[in-house]
């Protein structure tokens, strides 16, 4: 942009210089984010950033350094899961941004808003190719890899920039955004006046999107002429905050309900409509499933085959704001197109003061279903053995957080993730922060304190040993920002099961085992946190209580069976198999 009131370095003078007032790049970006009501930025430290950092919190944003940049990333990321506002976080150029950018991806993968920005290093150099300090054309690498990427090179741009930045995030279907902003920038100067003139406050950055009527009387007529009726709630719905409405709209059809693994609690996992502990019969029998805000991937198998109950005539109804996302697996027989709090609206007053009940034979046969696999399940959770296996532990968690019904639990591994999302039951939305879509390792330190910032809440984080080593350095991090999270270590000494051996009998550990009898408990006393040792289920519950009550930082190294566990917990399945294996 050509701007005279912008310089690189001498201000332009119409006014004497110490008579003028000036700001600088730093200080607009700061300003800006201020304006936005952005409280708090995750980021790493570093060339070209780190004085920002300093100033940042001089003007009380605060700015949580983490140890390395895909867990400051991944903080960002579930901070815009949870408020609605785009989480920012703060790298270096080159091997910083690309830290990050795992995280930017998987936030705009899973829909969540946040707001990578980076320092980069200067265009001129860059696209020459000369071989700047940490040189790298940051802005193309990340295109692809977000909802979209700019770059500002004048500070009088930095208001617009971090506007576009914050309606991109969080506007339509929510996801991540890159944000470049080279060294040059930030000592940039213009006069003060005409800096905080450019800056822009967003108004209405998520702005409604209100359904056709015409769709949402389709969608309730489908809905109204099923036998066999079941509502998936995806963690789109839990994003909404439309809690009311949904419970509303839930109850009010009868309809059983599916959550996907985010959107537990949404409605209370005790809920008599809960169709969770009937995943399987539910999805093979029901005629009619209206998605809100879950779509048909690999999770839902895609709405076909087996799982499904395939050859069938099931119709789909699906409400999202994202268009292009009817059709992409299975027809979609009532497409809804607009935010969930408008459609749901728009859903429940449409149902008018009388709606049929759901068909008796069809929410008893869920009924019975569910109490059948509640009952097979609760002796197994009663047991106390040491070591211990995932359902002795998960039966002493599951009480906490039956206890503790607002803490926020965090959950990643293979076992440790699917049998705890099945065991523990969940009471309130937006509580159970997992590994997603991609079914990705690392989130765990990352999302524990993005959450502990965001809600003041405790956290209550439930790790498979191979899960937690991605982001395990960030137990420094809690200790030092002295954070109520308790992360208990379901350690079987290695990825799935800590037994298997060498196949080819040398001296080598097997490529998913690892050292026996670890202590993390003591990676926690290293920095002043709390650590245990718990071989027990009734030590385990014993500490995590004491951890949850203190709100010290808390580590529990649950001492598991080496050969409690499957290959790949309940998605074995999609291991390819070789052909040859059995010769
Ligand atoms: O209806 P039926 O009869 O079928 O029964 C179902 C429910 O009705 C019933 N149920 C209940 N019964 C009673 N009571 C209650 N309350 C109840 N609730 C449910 O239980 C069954 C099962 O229900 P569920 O779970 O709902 O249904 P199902 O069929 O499992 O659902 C299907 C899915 C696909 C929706 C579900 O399985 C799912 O959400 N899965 C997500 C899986 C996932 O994402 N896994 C993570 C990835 S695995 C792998 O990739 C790993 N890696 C590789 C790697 C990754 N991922 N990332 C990166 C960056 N690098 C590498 C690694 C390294 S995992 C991993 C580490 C693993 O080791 P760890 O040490 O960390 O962990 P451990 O395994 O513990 O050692
Ligand atoms: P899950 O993994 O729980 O099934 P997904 O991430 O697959 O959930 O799906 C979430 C869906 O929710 C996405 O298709 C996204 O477009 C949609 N979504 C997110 N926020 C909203 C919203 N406010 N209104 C409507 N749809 C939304
Ligand atoms: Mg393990």
């Known amino acids: ?95 910083g941004f690309l830290n990050g950018l795992v995280a930017l991806a998987n936030a705009t993968t899973n829909c969540f808003p946040m707001i990578l920005i980076s320092g980069s290093s200067e265009r001129e150099v860059v696209d020459l190719q000369q071989g700047d300090y940490e040189e790298m054309d940051q802005l193309a690498i990340a295109k692809p890899l977000c909802k979209a990427a700019f770059r500002v090179l004048h500070a009088a741009d930095i208001g617009i920039g971090l506007a576009r930045a914050i309606r991109a995030a969080v506007s339509g ?45 389709r969608a309730l007529d489908v809905l109204k002429s099923a036998k066999r009726p079941l509502i998936i709630l995806g963690k789109g719905a839990a994003y909404a905050q439309a809690d009311d409405q949904i419970r509303a709209f839930v109850e009010k059809s009868g309809v059983p309900f599916l959550p996907m693994s985010m959107a537990k609690g949404l409605l209370p996992d005790t809920h008599p409509q809960c169709a969770g502990a009937a995943r399987s019969t539910v999805l093979k029998d029901a005629d009619v499933v209206m998605m809100i805000g879950a779509r048909l991937n690999w999770l839902l198998s895609h709405g076909k085959g087996k799982n499904w109950g395939e050859p069938h005539s099931k119709k789909f109804i699906q409400v999202d704001i994202e268009p292009k996302e009817m059709d992409s697996n299975v027809e979609i027989v009532a497409p809804v197109v607009g935010d969930i709090g408008s459609c749901v609206s728009a859903l429940l007053e449409g149902m008018g003061a009388k709606w049929p009940v759901a068909p008796a034979d069809w929410t008893g046969a869920v009924s019975k279903k569910r109490e059948e696999n509640v009952a097979k399940m609760a002796p197994r959770l009663m047991n106390n053995a040491s070591p211990m296996d995932y359902h002795g532990a998960l039966g002493a968690l599951r009480t906490i957080v039956m206890e503790r019904p607002d803490a926020i639990l965090v959950n990643e591994g293979a076992n440790a993730l699917d049998l705890t999302r099945g065991v523990i039951d969940m009471y309130q939305p937006r509580k159970r922060l997992d590994v997603g879509t991609w079914g990705v390792m690392g989130i765990g330190m990352g999302y524990a304190i993005g959450a502990a910032i965001e809600t003041g809440k405790p956290v209550l984080a439930i790790e498979g ?82 951890a949850m009550d203190s709100g010290k930082p808390t580590l529990i190294n649950a001492v598991l069976d080496p050969a409690a566990g499957s290959e790949s917990g309940r998605i074995g399945n999609l291991n390819p198999q070789s052909a040859l294996k059995k010769k």
């Not at 960030?474 to 099961?497: A, Q, S």
């Open 465 to 546: 040993d191979s899960a937690f080593g991605f982001s395990g350095m960030e137990v420094e991090t809690i200790c030092r920002y002295k954070l109520p999270v308790c992360v208990v270590i379901f350690n079987n000494d290695g990825i799935y099961r800590g037994t298997d051996v060498n196949r080819g009998g040398g001296s080598d550990p097997a490529p998913t085992v690892f050292v026996k009898g670890s202590r993390y408990d003591k990676m926690m006393e290293a920095f002043g946190g709390v650590g245990v040792n718990a071989t027990s289920p009734d030590e385990l519950k014993r500490a995590v209580n004491e």
């Open 1 to 95: 942009m050509a701007d005279a009131a912008v310089q690189e370095k001498k201000p332009a003078t119409t006014a004497p210089e110490a008579e003028r007032e000036l700001t600088d790049g730093f200080h607009l970006i700061i300003d800006a984010l201020k304006l936005n009501g952005i409280k708090t930025i995750y980021g790493v430290p570093g060339i070209p950033i780190t004085d920002f950092g300093r100033m940042a919190q001089a003007a009380g944003i605060r700015v949580i350094s983490f140890r390395h940049e895909q867990n400051a990333g991944n903080a960002a990321a579930i901070a815009g899961y949870l408020t609605q506002k785009p989480g920012i976080c703060l790298t270096v150029s080159a091997p």
């Open 173 to 217: 279907r929510p996801g991540g955004v890159y944000l470049d902003l080279p060294a040059k920038l930030f000592g940039q100067v213009m006069d003060a006046e005409a800096g905080q003139k450019s800056l822009v406050k967003v108004i209405d950055a998520a702005p409604a999107q209100i359904p056709a009527p015409a769709a949402v009387k």
